[in-house]
């Protein structure tokens, strides 16, 4: 981050800096076969579009667009396309192909999603990069914001008996790395 946009960022959130994920585990993910993770996240995803479906009606046009959402500290992308309403995830080494792509560190778009950093500073921070169709990612933009996701809920909602020791891992691991994966309280109350 330019120190320009240091100071900005830091007067839009003076509390927060952005971690980025730990090389040595990123290396690890390198490795690992991507179709288990590309089948849980589209499960995922079908459940969040069953409970939210705004979500998706919120895209309009664009409701059957790929995104490419590219975690820069980790060494795989993530390409969503929502398909009307049944959507598809799929994890992959390389660039991917879509119409836009939104680039940032992985605590940086989780952050986005549970609404604990603003987009725009990011944007303007260059923490967070957009490439391809601009229209088309701010109506994903738009449209999570609408939403108000709680992906970490979401998953522990999933998780059955194992709800409780999963919900304490998540408050530790949140609270130890800083990284936003629940939407934050006071987000909430918006």
Same mark, same amino acid.
């Given at each position: 981050m330019t120190p320009a946009a240091?100071?900005?960022?830091q007067v839009l959130h003076p509390d927060k800096t952005i971690p980025i994920f730990p090389a040595l585990p990123a290396r690890a993910l390198g490795v690992m076969p991507l179709a288990p993770l590309s089948l849980s996240? &589209?499960?995922?995803?079908?459940?969040?579009?069953? &409970?939210?479906?705004?979500?998706?009606?919120? /895209?309009?046009?664009?409701?059957?667009?790929?995104?490419?959402?590219?975690? &820069?500290?980790?060494?795989?992308?993530?390409?969503?396309?929502?398909?009307?309403?049944?959507?598809?995830?799929?994890?992959?080494?390389?660039?991917?192909?879509?119409a836009a792509r939104i680039a940032g560190p992985m605590a940086a778009l989780l952050g986005l999603v549970h609404g604990a950093y603003d987009g725009d500073a /990011?944007?303007?921070?260059?923490?967070?990069?957009?490439?391809? !169709? &601009?229209?088309?990612?701010?109506?994903?933009?738009?449209?999570?914001?609408?939403?108000?996701?709680?992906?970490?809920? !979401?998953i522990i909602g999933l998780s059955g008996p194992f709800a409780r020791p999963l919900q304490r891992l998540v408050t530790f691991v949140q609270t130890r790395t800083g990284v936003s994966l629940t939407r934050p309280e006071s987000a909430q109350a918006w």
């Open positions: 240091e100071k900005v960022f996240l &589209t499960g995922l995803a079908r459940k969040i579009a069953k &409970t939210h479906p705004g979500l998706f009606r919120r /895209l309009g046009i664009y409701d059957h667009t790929r995104f490419v959402l590219d975690p &820069t500290d980790l060494p795989f992308v993530i390409c969503l396309e929502p398909n009307g309403g049944v959507p598809r995830v799929t994890v992959m080494r390389g660039p991917g192909v879509g /990011l944007f303007f921070s260059r923490d967070l990069v957009i490439e391809g !169709d &601009t229209a088309a990612a701010l109506a994903l933009r738009n449209a999570v914001d609408d939403a108000e996701l709680d992906l970490a809920q !979401d």
